[in-house]
């Protein structure tokens, strides 16, 4: 099976921090993908990649940037963490474009 | 921009009753795809619907994508408590490659 594999289950981070959220995933997928899931708002699209060192926004990149330097490894960066950044960060890849996701287990970050 | 819709937005069933969950999108879809989230876990998916008016089974579920390619439906026979959890239909609109997903139906099933 694949696996995606998101560096920390829970995280707290104080305002102003620059937080790192690792995701890597293990069956040479070519797309990664990070949402941020909050109650009553689903999932919704921060940064995706379609290949190495390829990035491309999603629907709310402000205040998020990425990183993919290897094909398995794809980074969300939150530049200086505010409280409204506080949310379960899900981390997906999949084969290509025609393919569902797999998902990481998430990382819930709180900033406070 | 495109959005889809998911009826109902929470059920409760009593175990062994049928459920179905709805999805609309405003806009022609190129696939459907469908996931489930148990509680506290992360989603994971199901299935994917390619062809206008096609219908997939897994053993109790049934998945349908319309003709039109605007809508799908998930119905699950006979729940079990093992069923409970939000169900996510997810579909890209045609030309691109990135899926909208639905804020989900959450199914609560009482034993």
């Known amino acids: 099976d694949v696996k995606v594999t998101q560096s920390s289950r829970y995280l707290v981070k104080r305002t102003g921090e620059k937080v790192f959220l690792e995701c890597v995933q293990d069956?040479?997928?070519?797309?990664m993908f990070w949402y941020r899931q909050d109650p009553g708002l689903g999932l919704r699209l921060i940064y995706f990649?379609?290949?190495?060192?390829?990035?491309e926004k999603g629907d709310i990149p402000e205040g998020y940037s990425v990183s993919r330097e290897k094909k398995e490894r794809f980074s969300l960066i939150l530049e200086s963490a505010s409280t409204n950044q506080t949310s379960m960060y899900l981390c997906?890849?999949?084969?290509?474009?025609?393919?569902?996701?797999?998902f990481g287990s998430g990382t819930r970050l709180t900033v406070v | 921009g495109q959005q889809v819709m998911q009826i109902p937005q929470y059920q409760h069933v009593q175990e062994g009753e049928d459920f179905t969950t709805y999805c609309n999108s405003s806009t022609t879809l190129s696939n459907i795809q469908w996931y489930k989230q148990r509680p506290g876990g992360h989603p994971v998916f199901l299935i994917q619907l390619v062809k206008s008016g096609e219908v997939k089974k897994q053993k109790r579920l049934t998945f349908q994508f319309g003709e039109a390619k605007k809508n799908s439906s998930l119905h699950i026979t006979a729940t079990q408590t093992t069923d409970v959890g939000t169900y996510f239909c997810?579909?890209?609109?045609?030309?691109?490659?990135?899926?909208?997903f639905g804020r989900g139906t959450s199914l609560i099933v009482h034993p």
């Open positions: 069956m040479d997928h070519e797309n």
């Open positions: 997810a579909g890209p609109p045609g030309g691109s490659y990135i899926p909208t």
């Open positions: 990649s379609y290949d190495v060192k390829m990035k």
């Open positions: 997906a890849s999949r084969p290509g474009t025609h393919y569902g996701y797999t």
